[in-house]
């Protein structure tokens, strides 16, 4: 079995093929990508030269992601990137980066967190599709940030308006709920 803890080593061969050094077999970015949605650290590494090419390949899969609309990353901050790469700025963008991402990841672990059954308000009618509403608006908003928790499995099939359909229907059964309450 693979140990999940140090990162999963992936070679460059000359021929630009990428090598998965645990299973033995040829890999694409899209694989890389679904790697890192599950919680795994990759390093890419230049079989020649040895260089860690990590930063270009994970650069690379940001970029075909927002070519194809899945666009996460909104106009201005891409523009500050840019500037940060020109100024004086260079020097805090990665740790302000990092930390704002530290934040997120804490901030979602402790909503969830909240919204489970230990807590007492949990008890409160409709708090529960409440629950499962917010569940799955952070499934839907944390996905397609690779290494945030809250990635679609696998093997779960993905269908166009299934998770907003659940999401109406929740909120749905949530307001008729409260509007018995105020009766």
Known sequence: MADTKKPLLIKRYASRRLYNTETSDYVTL??????IREGREVQII??????DLTRQYLLQIIAEHESRGESVLPINVLNELVRSYTT????IVPEFLAASFEMLR???SKLLENMTKANPLAAMPGMEAMRAQQEAFMKAMTGSFGGLTGARPKNEPVEKGEDLDEIRKQLAELQAKLSKLDK
Do not use: M, V
Request: charged content about 25%; cysteine-free.
């Open 106 to 108: 804490d901030g979602q």
């Open 88 to 91: 004086q700025a260079t020097s």
């Open 30 to 35: 899209e694989n890389i990508a679904a790697f």
């Open 46 to 51: 230049d079989l020649r030269s040895g260089d």
